[in-house]
């Protein structure tokens, strides 16, 4: 593995690699800390949208492991406006081990890793959160102690959150139904994708009806109906998507030990209710604080 830029590159061998070196990890820092297998080595957390949980968990990721990690603000470094993408890339890694960066387009991370000399991570751009995925599906081995067979209900926008989590899924042997409104679904590529990393009979079901995705689902996950970007189009989204919110109702017909997802921020009211977030079925919280403990993996895994 030379950069963690979408779960698409990754076999499901390194997956289940990274996934397994995490829960060591969190073992080892709840016995007492993590060794400093990173001392000496420094991560530029680089971004051009906000973000809590991403930064956060990365910077202390490396602090636990012994390493260094500091933050560069939109607009300080105003990548692509001030300094060509390909530059910034050249010039930090002279100066850091790896760059963890959230950006707009895509296209900006591949090319942090073309131009760049160091490890590239993504954390997020409007096509892809691999780094989310691979802390989610952390979560659901944690809590129901397997993954492949298990069925996840993607319920909202077809968005950077639902198609790496479907990579991922496809990939580790889960099904998956994800139910989005026209318009809003993945695109027949990424459906197509979905097919080809599929491993252990996992299958995708592309529905509109959040009814039927979530029958029998043992996760059912849900998502901003607006993301980052897409201010423009708050107002028609809060039109569509209210047949999508994740409220009681509809976890009542899902399996009753099903588990509740969201990758935060929530817009409550919105796409989760609070009865839902805050009851006994959502894992949100251990879910967050997951980042922490398997992005501590990619980051051995690339600079250790
Ligand atoms: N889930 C997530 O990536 O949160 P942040 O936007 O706060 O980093
Ligand atoms: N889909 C959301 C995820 C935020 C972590 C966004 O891109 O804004």
Known sequence: MKHFLSIAALTPNELL???????????????????????????????????????????MGMVHLGGYAFYLSPNEVKMGGRESVA???????????GIMARVFAHEHILQL????????????????????????????????????????????????????????????????????????????DDFRLAGEFSTHGA??????????????????????????????ETAERLRIFPPYQVNQQLVNLAKPDCIVMHCLPAHRGEEITDEVADGPNSVLFPQAHNRLHAQKAILVELLG
């Open 17 to 59: 690699h990274l996934l397994d070196l995490g829960m060591r990890l969190k073992a080892e820092w709840r016995n007492g800390g993590n060794k400093p297998l990173l001392k000496g080595k420094s991560l530029a957390l680089l971004f051009q949208k906000p973000s809590l949980r991403t930064r956060v968990s990365f910077e």
């Open 87 to 97: 530059d910034v890339a050249r010039v930090l890694s002279g100066y850091v081990d």
């Open 113 to 188: 890793a073309e131009y760049g000399s160091v490890p590239v991570i993504n954390g997020l751009s409007d096509h892809s959160h691999p780094a989310q995925a691979l802390s989610d599906l952390f979560t659901i081995l944690e809590v129901k102690g397997k993954l492949e067979g298990l069925k996840l209900a993607y319920v909202g926008d077809g968005n950077n959150v639902a198609r790496s989590l479907l990579f991922g899924a496809m990939k580790v042997g889960m099904h998956m139904a994800i139910a989005s409104p026209p318009g809003y679904q993945l695109t027949d």
């Open 203 to 232: 299958v995708v079901e592309r529905l509109e009806d959040p009814h039927q995705a979530v029958q029998e689902a043992d996760i059912i996950y849900t998502d901003v109906w607006t993301s980052m970007g897409q201010e423009a």
